[in-house]
């Protein structure tokens, strides 16, 4: 039987952001995380657990203590000697923003070295939470062990929710995404890709496409379009959901892994797929407003409300 807590599963990097001239801020951000930073926000007392590995390194310490002030565990997730974390730095061109990675030894690619430690990190979580990222920095036979513990996590009753969130320059080639995400959505109850991401992977022409072609695949499904509606796919029906319009944004980064966090959040409230997504409109629209990937607690529930 599913207990109260959410589960994400990924990568946590080393996030480099705010540049001006020769300075940086330093904090901690990945997809995965943002989701669970917004999602542990709001969702009350439930236990948080970020599912991964980490180094023994300063940083990877840092990280691990910067969890656990913010209400965050890492469970059972191996800590191993001489790994580090990945990095990344944010470049704004006004408040659009693009990436620079050093990540190809970072220990988060071992979160599936331990399949007992995995498997008991997913053991009576309310919710499971991952993503298109944590499978691509995964080889073909860890990525096998972490579908297998999840799809054993859901027999045990846990909610699984996955966004495909493709990013290309991750995998070796568009076949080997488009399966092993199709491999993901066989286990998953809620699916949150983005149009773009999904034009890309799978050509669709319209958000409907991708609504349509993820409906047959997965019970409940919402399509993100940045600015544009939402769509929620759900028994057979679509529902376009209005995004809240921010005038002058500041910093897209994190943007649509809150509005992630703030639609599950919101759907383990027990509120219908409708208000889910309102209420992770304006959780979105609210992060796009402070710079870096996570905002502060009280500006989440100020925007997702009672």
């Not at 926000?41 to 023994?56: C, Q």
């Not at 859901?154 to 995404?177: I, K, T």
Request: with cysteine.
């Amino acid at each position: 039987m599913a207990g109260n807590g959410v589960a994400s599963i990924g990568e946590c990097m080393i996030e480099l952001s705010g540049q001006a001239g020769p300075n940086w801020r330093m904090g901690f951000a990945g997809d995965t995380f943002n989701t669970l930073w917004a999602l542990h926000a709001l969702s009350g007392d439930r236990p948080a657990t970020y599912v991964s590995a980490f180094g023994d390194d300063p940083f990877s310490q840092g990280q691990i203590a910067f969890f656990a002030e913010n209400g965050i565990g890492i469970g059972e997730s191996p800590v191993i000697s001489g790994a580090r974390p990945g990095l990344y730095a944010i470049t704004l061109t006004g408040a659009e923003r693009s990436f620079t990675y050093w990540r190809g030894d970072a220990a988060a690619r071992q979160l599936a070295s331990d399949p007992a430690a995995l498997a008991k990190n997913l053991e009576n979580q309310a919710l499971v939470y991952f993503s298109g990222i944590t499978l691509a920095i995964l080889e073909d036979t860890a990525r096998k062990k972490l579908l297998a513990a999840v799809a054993k996590a859901r027999a045990a009753g846990s909610l699984v929710a996955f966004d495909p969130n493709y990013r290309p320059r991750l995998w070796y080639s568009r076949e080997a995404a488009q399966a092993a995400i199709l491999d993901a959505l066989a286990v998953a109850d809620i699916a949150l890709p983005t149009f773009p991401d999904e034009q890309m992977l799978f050509g669709d022409t319209e958000p409907q496409a991708t609504a349509q072609r993820l409906g047959k695949l997965v019970g409940e499904v919402v399509v993100k379009n940045g600015e544009e509606p939402a769509l929620i796919a759900e028994k057979g029906a679509l529902q376009p959901v209005p995004a809240v319009h921010v005038a002058a944004p500041v910093d897209t980064t994190g943007a649509g892994d809150s509005f992630n966090g703030g639609y599950l959040a919101a759907r383990l409230a027990g509120h219908a797929p409708a208000e889910a997504v309102l209420r992770a409109h304006r959780v979105a629209a609210a992060v796009v407003q402070v710079r870096g990937a996570l905002a502060p607690f009280e500006t989440l529930r100020a925007a997702f409300g009672d």
